[in-house]
Nanobody, 125 residues
Framework: QVQLVESGGGLVQAGGSLRLSCAASGRTFSISTMGWFRQASGKEREFVAAVTWSGSRTYYADSVKGRFTVSGDNAKNTVYLQMNSLKPEDTAVYYC??????????????????WGQGTQVTVSS
């Protein structure tokens, strides 16, 4: 099993920045990719970004490209999501997720094996 704990959410004005952290523990050696998803009120959960556990590859949703940066620190078993130029439409609960090696698309939430509890990000206009 792998346990994921997110932190760093909060309230920020439009144009501001936040950094989310996701600390992984347990059988982290089984993980190949860490992802971030978000779910706005009344909407389905959507893919935001992902990074391979080695840190060699990153993936982004079109809506956040150029504004968000995903990175990982293997020594700390932690993944980060740096969010800049935030917009009100970025308001959502952000979830960290981890997946074992598999062939499903990185952006497919069904391919993720472990999930954090979520952290709220609210961007005011």
């Amino acid at each position: 099993q792998v346990q994921l704990v997110e932190s760093g959410g909060g309230l920020v004005q439009a144009g501001g920045s936040l950094r989310l952290s996701c600390a992984a523990s347990g059988r982290t050696f089984s993980i190949s990719t860490m992802g971030w998803f978000r779910q706005a009120s009344g909407k389905e959960r959507e893919f935001v970004a992902a990074v391979t556990w080695s840190g060699s590859r990153t993936y982004y949703a079109d809506s956040v490209k150029g504004r968000f940066t995903v990175s990982g620190d293997n020594a700390k078993n932690t993944v980060y999501l740096q969010m800049n130029s935030l917009k009100p439409e970025d308001t959502a609960v952000y979830y960290c997720a981890a997946r074992k090696p598999k062939t499903t698309m990185i952006s497919n939430e069904a391919g993720y094996d472990y999930w954090g509890q979520g952290t709220q990000v609210t961007v005011s206009s």
